[in-house]
């Protein structure tokens, strides 16, 4: 057998190196590590170019001691750390540019802290522990700390940074019963005794941060560490977006972990703003349960230019996030509040004109069933509008909101503005049933309990059941700093979300029904093309705000941050009583007419000709029943002109 060569020109491949060899576009290779470190670089063919998509090489006596720790006995911790922490300064320079070296030591620390759960820990071995940690949370680690960070974002576990902190808080646990201070460039350490009260301030460079106990039930140890780098390190995830690795906010103050034996129920910081063009301040601590910060327990007692005070009825590791988007929502909480106060004068100033004309549109079914749907409508909205204002001012007095103090209020609101809905696809009901049932007639007693018992009994339901089922771990109200249904720990907000939604897209459907309806009845009647336009252009003005299709935009600002989004949600919404008044109310004829005759009567009554004006006045009534008429829609066929189902735009 013969054998054949082939050989491979290098014009064949995208990529030639002399160490890494050829390759074509997207193809991966390994290479090796400087001098002094192990592992492996990975790198990509990409443009012509290997190009490093990760490097694993770690320093090998970090690497080395690593390999130690794994057989590792507790009487060999307060050596091995001092050879740790040794390392880590003679190697400061590589460690912090080495995103594999600092998420080795890492795990080294966190091993440690493992190891010595069941000994107590010495001053020489926490201040070995100390110095490791200043020198990888050092300004120089920062860039390292975020490609760490990305890293660990796109693998299941917990992160480097969250490792880190874990680690402090469990060796923090383990200290020895004596007073000691230690003190790094970036950390502080304060092991004490402490009885009635206590009160200490941060001695570190550029930092005042001050922690007061005012009432310390019985003699006990406390730790005190604070940290002024460490918002270097770790995450700022928080409650508003739970399921991110990213957040809008920032840790904006020091870190402090603290450490008690005792149960200490109210303990207070006072924070240094570190930058003072955040706005929004949330005391918070960190969540290793949910991996991220929380701010239950804890809520912001004074804000000012410099200093945030926050108050907690916990100890654990402490700091304050903060918001880039002070303005953006200062302004949509003006849009909100002035949109409210117009929509509670709206919904009263309707309620005064419906019982003004109460009288004189309960004849007809039609009319009545409708204005029975627009007074509940406004009743319902009103409630829930009053309700929002004390629900506004709760949050703002307590950060994060009080759960105690919110849940009749977040319970009111959540039943009224279901009750809102449910009125609205009464109303759909009401209109689908007089323009497809045109021969078939409900009696007004009929049609009144079916739309109480939807209207009310149906949202009363759903509100109660969604009490019971999060009210007991504490998860019905959110914590967001606003008096409302929780999202992230139970998903209570689902219980308003999905019922409105499914209400609006059906009130749609309805609204396209009816408009085919009457596009082909008008066509059948010769009905003149522009008066055919005009009737569906009112029935569009009418129902379109009415059935609530503006909360659609609630969908937006689920999925979307972007300010115009919100903007419009919280105009629209906030101006639903307008709404119901103008399009409820002021456009329809029949009401238009029947306080236009009853002015018109009071002005006649107190005119000195009475017996002249009587005749005007019966011209005048004759002239608005002519009128009335002339407005008439027939939904029925011509032939069945004498029926009594009218349907008339006023009567939608």
């Known amino acids: 057998m013969r054998s054949v060569t082939v050989k491979t020109s290098p014009e064949q491949f995208d990529c030639e190196d002399n160490k890494l060899g050829f390759g074509k576009t997207n193809n991966m290779t390994e290479g090796p590590c400087d001098i002094g470190s192990e592992g492996s670089i990975t790198y990509i063919c990409d443009s012509k ?164 106990i005012p009432n310390v039930p019985e003699s006990t140890f406390i730790t005190l560490i604070v940290f002024t780098k460490l918002d270097n390190v770790l995450p700022t995830r928080n409650t508003s977006n739970n399921d991110s690795r990213t957040s809008e906010n920032s840790i904006n103050g020091d870190v402090v972990v603290v450490k008690v034996d005792k149960t200490i129920s109210n303990i207070s910081f006072t924070f240094d703003i570190t930058n003072t063009s955040l706005k929004n301040p949330q005391c918070v601590f960190w969540n290793f349960s949910l991996d991220r910060w929380d701010s239950n327990g804890c809520k912001v007692k004074l804000s000012g230019n410099e200093t945030v005070t926050c108050e907690c009825d916990h100890t654990t590791s402490f700091s304050i996030l903060m918001s880039p988007f002070a303005i953006d929502n200062l302004a949509l909480a003006y849009i909100t509040y002035i949109g409210v106060a117009i929509s509670i004068a709206s919904l009263i100033l309707c309620l005064i004109i419906e019982a003004i004309v109460w009288k004189s549109i309960r004849r007809n079914d039609t009319s009545y069933m409708r204005h029975v749907s627009v007074v509940n409508i406004a009743v319902s909205l009103l409630i829930a509008n009053i309700c929002f204002i004390i629900g506004a001012a709760i949050a ?220 005007t006045l019966s011209n005048r009534l004759g002239f608005l029943q002519r009128t009335q008429r002339r407005n008439v829609f027939n939904t029925s066929d011509p032939s069945t002109a004498t029926s009594s189902n009218h349907f008339s735009a006023s009567d939608t």
């Not at 926490?126 to 700390?145: A, C, G, P």
């Not at 700093?481 to 209400?503: G, H, M, Y």
């Open 396 to 615: 703002d007095q307590e950060q994060p909101t009080s759960v105690g103090r919110c849940s009749p209020v977040v319970f009111f609101m959540h039943f009224f503005y279901l009750a809102v809905f449910f009125w609205m696809f009464i109303s759909a009901l009401l209109l689908l049933y007089l323009t497809v049932m045109v021969f078939s007639q409900m009696t007004r007693a009929k049609m009144m309990v079916i739309a109480f018992t939807v209207g009310y009994c149906a949202p009363l339901l759903i509100a109660v059941i969604t009490v019971a089922s999060t009210a007991g771990p504490q998860h019905y109200v959110s914590k967001e700093n606003a008096c409302w249904l929780n999202w992230f720990e139970s998903k209570a907000l689902l219980a308003f979300v999905i019922p409105a939604l499914t209400i609006v897209a059906f009130n749609l459907v309805v609204l396209i029904v009816v408009v085919c309806k009457m596009i082909r009845r008008g066509v059948g009647a010769q009905s003149d093309e522009s008066n055919t336009l005009v009737v569906i252009a009112r029935c569009l003005v009418i129902l379109a705000p009415i059935f609530g299709i503006t909360w659609g935009f609630g969908i937006g600002t689920m999925v979307s941050r972007n300010f115009g989004i919100h903007v419009v949600f919280a105009i629209l919404n906030s101006l639903q009583g307008f709404f119901v008044l103008v399009f409820g109310t002021l456009t329809d004829k029949k009401v238009t007419e029947s306080l236009a005759g009853n002015f018109s009567i009071k002005n006649l009554t107190s005119s000195r000709t009475r017996s002249t004006s009587a005749g």
């Open 49 to 212: 170019q290997w190009k490093l998509t990760q490097d694993n090489c770690v320093l090998k006596v970090i690497k080395d001691l690593e390999s130690k720790a794994q057989a590792l006995v507790v009487g060999e911790i307060p050596e091995f750390m001092a050879n740790l922490s040794l390392a880590a300064e003679q190697n400061n320079a590589n460690i912090t540019q080495s995103a594999a070296t600092v998420q080795t030591i890492v795990d080294i620390l966190f091993k440690i802290a493992d190891l010595s759960k069941n000994i107590p820990i010495n001053k020489p071995v926490m201040e070995s522990f100390l110095k490791t940690v200043d020198i990888i949370v050092s300004d120089n680690s920062s860039n390292t700390w975020k490609d760490l960070n990305n890293k660990n974002n796109t693998m299941s576990g917990n992160t480097s940074s969250v490792k880190l902190l874990q680690a402090i808080e469990n060796i923090s646990d383990r200290l020895s019963t004596v007073n000691f201070t230690l003190t790094q460039s970036s950390i502080q350490l304060n092991r004490v005794k402490i009885q009635n009260s206590f009160n200490a301030i941060s001695q570190l460079p550029n930092s005042t941060t001050q922690i007061m």
